[in-house]
Each structure stands twice: as C-alpha cells, then as structure tokens.
C-alpha cells in the first residue's frame, strides 16, 4: 500500500488509523506518519469533546464536535491531495506533541 493509501485510511475511523498506524511501522511513510498524528489529536479531541459535553449539557461537546469535523474535512483533503496539510490552529500542535509516532 503506497504512503497516500495509507494517509487517507488512517481518516477512516479508529480501525483505519490503527491498520495506517501497523502498516506504517513495516514501511515507514512520511505522509502516512504526519496524517497519524493529525488524527490521534482529533480522536482525543472528540474525546475531550463528550467529557465537555457532560458538563456543559452537550452545548460544549457540539462545538468541539462541529470544530473537530471541519478540521477533519480540511486534513483528508490535504491526504487526498497527497501533500501535507497542516489543520488551522492545532495542527503543529499535534506534529510536535505526538511526534514519537513515525
């Protein structure tokens, strides 16, 4: 599987990221690697998002949610266009706080 196949099934839910993350351990790819660390930030996100939500009576998570989908669209289409994408405001937060994952 090449490194843009890779990048676009670690979007795919959870299942998808951890077969990118598997496939990307036997041939490592840099696109592949970039897009698993964009993806882990937004899955912790969610997460993040439904504990708000228990708080915030699901005002909070709906935002975060909302947030999370549109930044999640704008890092597939990068993947899709096989070029690395950094997601307005978090991204290089996440390269640089998840950057054991190569």
């Known amino acids: 599987m090449d490194d ?3 990048s676009i099934l670690a979007h795919i839910t959870l299942i998808g990221w951890i077969v990118a993350l598997v496939m ?3 041939e490592k790819g840099e696109n592949t690697s970039f897009y698993l ?3 882990l930030g937004f899955f912790l996100l969610l997460v993040a998002g439904g504990v ?3 708080f915030t009576f699901g005002i909070g998570s709906m935002i975060v949610y909302i947030l999370v989908l549109v930044l999640w669209v704008l890092s597939l289409v990068g993947a899709l266009g096989g070029q ?3 997601t307005p405001l978090i991204g290089q937060m996440f390269q640089d ?3 054991a994952i190569s």
């Open 4 to 6: 843009k196949t890779k």
């Open 24 to 26: 990307n351990q036997s």
């Open 37 to 39: 660390r964009q993806n």
């Open 52 to 54: 708000l939500g228990m």
């Open 84 to 86: 690395k994408s950094l």
């Open 97 to 99: 706080w998840f950057k």
